[in-house]
């Protein structure tokens, strides 16, 4: 029997099963956890772990550990990724498998309001909670000494605020996304009155409520790590940038202290530089410089500097966002230094 035979067969064996068929599609383009399967699937743990255990060897099916964590997706790429294309058309509006796709949101929007939940209610204490990691790094004056002088800059996961604190007095304009409304409030209490214009919205870094170039540098400072795709967050910062513009992200060296997604939230235990710079090109960007700073608990900080190429077109984000008329709704907070004249 020849190679072909024995791939094909291998591919039609491990999807003779309907939960595998389920599963792949689940996997198609997310990644889950096998408590999390169990959910939506409303299955037990050893069921659904016997049939991934089948899709691995058939190479349908990747699994990515972290620390004590393992996280299943379809593979996205090699022959396993074309075939998996093939019958894509097949879980396309089908009922069933789109009631599928539904509980996975369910759980996924459920999972982001325990986020913002847990983010609301440390947003008075965030920049404590931050130094008992880094110590004394200042891990911000080193972010904003490697921003170049422009008109604008966005801080994409702005948190409570130190971020633009630091840099209000730099540029002209100056964007802030958190998806906690505490932590803009946190910001609001911040902000130096008469300095730069400031706009804080409401909104997640998949997602961003900006406009396609509408900042010249962005910002994403120890929060990709909270993120369940963070090259999907890399690719709305291109978006997000101008030709030309300044990328800078600061986030935990890989790791394995389990402790910081139990006390922080942490979805992941920091990021390789492999796989960072993987993300990054695959966004479009270039690296510029990148940089590692040893902080508290035997952990280490990297800060990278990336460019946009000039004349490079926007990313086609897999959000699909292009921002219209979203910014008006979702303005919490506008300072402009030209009002606060007008009102002394």
Same mark, same amino acid.
């Given at each position: 029997m020849t190679d072909d035979f024995e791939t094909a067969l291998r591919y039609f064996k491990a999807l003779g099963d309907e939960t595998r068929i389920r599963l792949l599609n689940i996997l198609d383009s997310r990644e889950f956890n096998v408590r999390e399967l169990m959910e939506i699937l409303e299955m037990g743990q050893s069921r659904i772990s016997r049939h991934l255990k089948v899709l691995q060897d058939?190479?349908?099916?990747?699994?990515?550990?972290?620390?004590?964590?393992?996280?299943y997706r379809a593979v996205n790429r090699g022959p396993g990724r074309r075939f998996a294309n093939s019958i894509r058309y097949l879980f396309d509006g089908a009922t069933g498998f789109q009631r599928d796709l539904q509980r /996975?949101?369910?759980?996924?929007?459920?999972? !982001?309001?325990?986020s913002t939940r847990f983010f609301d209610s440390v947003a008075s204490g965030w920049e404590a909670m931050k130094r008992s990691v880094i110590g004394e790094l200042?891990?911000?004056?080193?972010?904003? /000494?490697?921003?170049?002088q422009a008109e604008n800059a966005a801080d994409l996961g702005c948190g409570s605020g130190a971020m633009i604190q630091r840099i209000q007095g730099r540029v002209r304009r100056v964007i802030g996304v958190d998806s906690s409304r505490e932590m803009l409030a946190e910001t609001g209490k911040r902000l130096v009155r008469g300095t730069a214009e400031v706009d804080l919205r409401i909104g997640e870094l998949e997602h961003l409520p900006i406009r396609d170039a509408e900042t010249e540098v962005a910002i994403i400072n120890l929060v990709l790590h909270h993120l369940r795709n963070p090259g999907v967050g890399l690719q709305e910062a291109q978006r997000i940038l101008r030709p030309g513009g300044t990328l800078i992200v600061a986030d935990f060296c890989k790791h394995e202290k389990?402790?910081? !997604?139990?006390?922080?939230g942490d979805h992941w235990l920091g990021f390789s530089s492999a796989q960072m710079e993987q993300w990054l090109e695959s966004a479009g960007i270039r690296v510029v410089e990148r940089i590692c700073f040893p902080v508290r608990m035997g952990l280490q900080v990297f800060v990278y500097s990336c !460019?946009?190429?000039?004349? !490079?077109?926007v990313c086609g984000s897999t959000t699909g966002n292009k921002y219209t008329g979203f910014q008006e709704r979702n303005i919490l907070f506008k300072e402009s230094k030209h009002n606060e004249h007008e009102g002394a």
């Open positions: 058939a190479a349908l099916v990747e699994v990515r550990r972290d620390g004590l964590w393992a996280f /996975c949101d369910g759980l996924l929007k459920n999972g !982001r309001l325990q200042d891990l911000v004056g080193e972010i904003a /000494c490697r921003i170049p389990e402790l910081m !997604r139990d006390r922080y !460019r946009k190429p000039r004349g !490079r077109q």
